[in-house]
């Protein structure tokens, strides 16, 4: 046979068990539709097959069904479009493997993976032609009811860590800029020849994973009626911070310039927001709003010096925020408190508060090393893609991290068990060296604590 000969073969589909017309059972036999014009364009990871639509034949009776969508769907192929004629369908193999692909390596582009099927079909002898707007569209159907299934049917968490349960220790705060989108993208230059489908996209995630723009513009105005905007550097030591100001600048190039998320101590995320302008104060405070609402006890940021001084006042000017400024306790992230000046490192210290553990507070970094890589397709891409694309991205990381969980938490487990050993051997020769007690540490944590909020008010 050459290459380009044209056989009858149809879709590859599960055969009923049942006839529909005499209920006879396990009698029925797939064979292509009798009517020849109707062709189905099948991509997979082999490429594109043109193949005939399928029937059922009951050989009892003689009746000849045609197979509808749920069949196609039932045997693992997804319809580009959910009309009663099928003309496309896409392996659902193939969308599993391009939803790992993009997101363990996601420097790749849906374009370069249509290209990588239609070079296979090349290769093969047959119509390297696949609809990208149909895979684009179809892929985006089969990954949004995927969601539903694991989200709906198998009750699987989203953003919450099952190890934390209902009060997370920690919810650590940051801003990622690599992960903006250009103001240009998904327009085209002469706004009479925009399509109404692009202006009116939906959010497929919703806010289940990115917060809403409108909910945060709402709130950062409602603390502007009564909290002073101001583009002030705020400083700490000989440190300033580009992050700590209560109001940004808008950056023109860019329409959202980055994502602000929170995670808590065992890495998975708890939610996240939109900038639309620089880091702000008030954008931090929104996520403090959103991790308080899930029980944290420590709420950590780069700079927690300058931002506790400023939620102390919206504090006083909306007093329902007195609670949570109450019960949740400021931290500093290990590596970042180097930078602070010396009683912000005493009096932020994780290590020095209780039931803190071994938190590092650096635990969105491991978080921002992944999401980072999205920043070079997210830049191009539409408003609605781009949220629903890092709202995938951030799901995929939560799931696998859970995953992974058991071995993760053994293994800090073990560690820390290691930790104690070697830990209690260096507290015994740092107390004999500098003369004290056990008993005595509690003193002078205090002493130091007064001391270091001595400096910082002078
Ligand atoms: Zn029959
Ligand atoms: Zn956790
Ligand atoms: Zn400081």
Known sequence: MSFGTKIDICVPCFVPTQCAK?????????????????????????????????????????????????DYIFSGFWPARATTSISYLFCEELFAMWYHLRHKSPLNSEKMFINTIEEISKESGRSPIVNDPLFSRAFKEWELCR????VKIKNMSTVSCPPCGKSPVMGSSDG??????????????????????IQEEALRFGDLVIKSDKDVANFRNRIYTKIKKTKKKEMCGGSAFKAVKVDSCKRTKSDETGLLLSVCRHGIEL????????????????????VFGFNCKFFCSDFICRYEKFVRKVAIAFPEYQQMTRKMKGILPRMHAKAHHWP??????????????????????????KLSLYGYVTKHMSKANRMDLLSAAILYWN??????????????????????????????SLLNSNQCNIEDLPEILIELKTKALANLGS
């Open 22 to 70: 005499c209920s006879g059972k396990g009698n029925m036999k797939l064979i292509p539709n009798p009517d020849p014009n109707l062709q189905i364009a099948v991509v997979m990871h082999q490429g594109r097959f043109d193949l005939r639509a399928e029937s059922f034949l009951c050989m009892d009776c003689r009746e000849i069904t045609d197979a509808d969508k749920n």
């Open 176 to 197: 990622n800029v690599k992960l903006k989108r250009h103001a240009s993208a998904g327009k085209v230059l002469n706004p009479q020849n925009e399509r109404e489908s």
């Open 147 to 150: 969601l539903n299934i694991k």
């Open 271 to 290: 939610g996240a927001i939109n900038m639309h302008e620089g880091e702000s104060m008030t954008y931090t405070l929104f996520l403090q709003k959103l």
């Open 399 to 428: 799931w696998g991290k859970i995953e992974r969980m058991p071995s993760i938490l053994s293994k800090r487990l073990k560690r820390a068990s290691k930790c104690v050993a070697v830990y209690n051997d260096n507290l015994a």
């Open 344 to 369: 912000c490192q005493i009096l932020y210290n994780p290590h020095w508060q209780k039931v803190a553990g071994l938190i590092v507070g650096e635990e969105h970094e491991q978080v921002f090393s």
